[in-house]
């Protein structure tokens, strides 16, 4: 399976902002984007570049892609199921998309990062319903059960990672009990749970040229 492989500070830097791909790494003094907060390469300091309406739309799509992990032609399937869907397609974009398996491991505070929650599920240590699913991108439904296999070295990880990482809250779609590790799924997300800083409809621009 397809997947970047290159260095995840250098995306918040060409990005021009902090998408928190590193998880604790990028809450301390080590975060590569506070202590060089300008583009990668060579001339990245003193370049000057005048973004265009394309360039925006261009950078707030990559700056999705690369928050959830995804690369361009799932990130376009999502949005073709999104358009065909009832609704905003801005709206049924994200939703679709927190609604992946490895972001409910991430929201429920389970993992450090994205990539992290991704490489759970890929290893087997998620359950969904009492079944293993071992596919990042499967999608959760209301009323889904979600909880970690029950190992002492994962449960113990798992603790620990929540110790650290429960500041960042979960969202209110999902009821977390973190003594037995298990996410209960209690309703679809709405935009207001997403709760981060993304112009969707600018990402519905770009496709729809």
Not at 38 to 67: D, I, T
Not at 127 to 152: A, E, H, L, Q, W
């Amino acid at each position: 399976m397809a997947r970047y492989t290159g260095a995840s500070c250098r995306i918040c830097r060409r990005q021009g902002e902090k998408l928190y791909l590193k998880g604790i790494r990028c809450y301390t003094d080590k975060c590569a984007f506070d202590r060089r907060s300008y583009a990668p390469g060579q001339h990245g300091k003193g370049r000057r570049v005048k973004v265009s309406n394309y360039g925006l739309q261009l950078r707030e799509k990559q700056k999705v892609k690369r928050m959830y992990g995804i690369l361009e032609r799932q990130f376009r399937k999502y949005f073709s199921i999104a358009s065909l869907s009832k609704g905003v397609t801005g709206k049924k974009l994200l939703e679709l998309l927190e609604r992946r398996l490895d972001n409910v491991v991430f929201r429920a505070c389970f993992s450090v990062s994205r990539a992290n929650a991704r490489q759970m599920v890929r290893h087997g240590n998620v359950f969904v319903n009492g079944r293993k699913v071992n596919i990042p991108s499967y999608s959760v439904k209301s009323g889904d059960t979600v909880y970690t296999r029950p190992k002492d070295n994962i449960i113990s990880g798992v603790k620990e990672t929540i110790e650290k990482v429960k500041d960042r809250g979960v969202p209110g779609w999902l009821n977390v009990d973190t003594s037995a590790l298990k996410i209960i799924v209690t309703k679809l997300p709405e935009r207001s749970d997403v709760g981060m800083d993304i112009k969707e409809h600018l990402i519905v621009e770009l496709y729809s040229k």
